[in-house]
């Protein structure tokens, strides 16, 4: 029992948090028109209109299909660029002020540019989350890479290791912690700015429907969209993201112990 009452506490602990939020909403929501602000029950019923119509799925789908694609081109890079610059003092110090404009553009003038050059394309919503969660994962690269400890390399260089050998053996297993932790905050920002880029360039996909139903001053569905996007980043985040993390560092718990 001892085992199951820290979890136990937590699930207590969300449903409480929960209960408090949707009666603070709904006391808010007696106070103001349904088109300001709908309360559960009107959000609940267009979130079962959602559910029982045919293009749910389908919007959901394409949002992240179009997020994965750029979430894996900007890991690729990133990782790339990032244990480039980390394994050379030289390369760091030249492309270190490209790097800082990356991360001062807002995704909202990528987004600008991408309708520009790409037009209503699968490939606006890819560029915008390209171009923001790559600077992330290669920042938190080449900071792992800082991290390498010089003998380790020395080492490697006087068993007469190939550059390839000494990235795959030396550097990567000291990034990976490095590499998570970006790829993890990338991707949340990836499903966040995708929203910016479909509701501005696409004709399908979650961040669509948000501005359809906004223009149609459809609260209820904007809210239920809403509710349905906070429910996949929280399955994703708990689901899938944590427990990976867990699993693949596994060995700093056995450490610790």
Not at 125 to 148: C, E, H, K, R, S
């Amino acid at each position: 029992m001892k085992a199951y009452s820290p979890l136990l506490t937590l699930v207590v602990q969300r449903l409480v948090l929960i209960a408090i939020f949707a009666v603070a909403w709904w006391l808010a929501s007696q106070r103001m028109p349904a088109f300001v602000l709908p309360g559960p029950d009107k959000t609940w019923q267009a979130l079962m209109a959602l559910w029982q119509g045919h293009r749910l799925f389908h919007d959901i789908g394409i949002t992240f299909s179009r997020v994965l694609s750029g979430f894996l081109l900007a890991t690729l890079v990133g990782t790339l660029l990032g244990l480039a610059l980390g394994a050379n003092r030289l390369l760091a110090q030249f492309f270190e002020p490209l790097l800082a404009v990356f991360n001062t553009v807002s995704s909202a003038i990528w987004a600008i540019f991408a309708i520009i050059w790409f037009g209503i394309s699968d490939a606006t919503t890819i560029f915008v989350v390209f171009m923001t969660a790559m600077p992330l994962i290669l920042t938190n690269v080449w900071q792992g890479a800082q991290t390498v400890d010089a003998h380790y390399v020395e080492l490697a260089h006087s068993f007469r290791m190939g550059r390839l050998q000494t990235l795959w053996k030396i550097y990567l297993p000291t990034i990976m912690p490095y590499f998570f932790s970006g790829a993890r905050l990338a991707f949340g920002f990836g499903w966040r700015v995708s929203l910016v880029a479909e509701t501005l360039g696409s004709s399908d996909g979650i961040g669509y429907r948000l501005r359809q139903a906004g223009d149609l001053v459809q609260t209820d569905q904007v809210f239920a969209w809403t509710l349905l996007l906070v429910a996949l980043m929280l399955l994703l985040e708990g689901g899938l993201l944590k427990p990976l993390e867990r699993y693949l560092f596994r060995w700093k718990q056995r450490t610790r112990d």
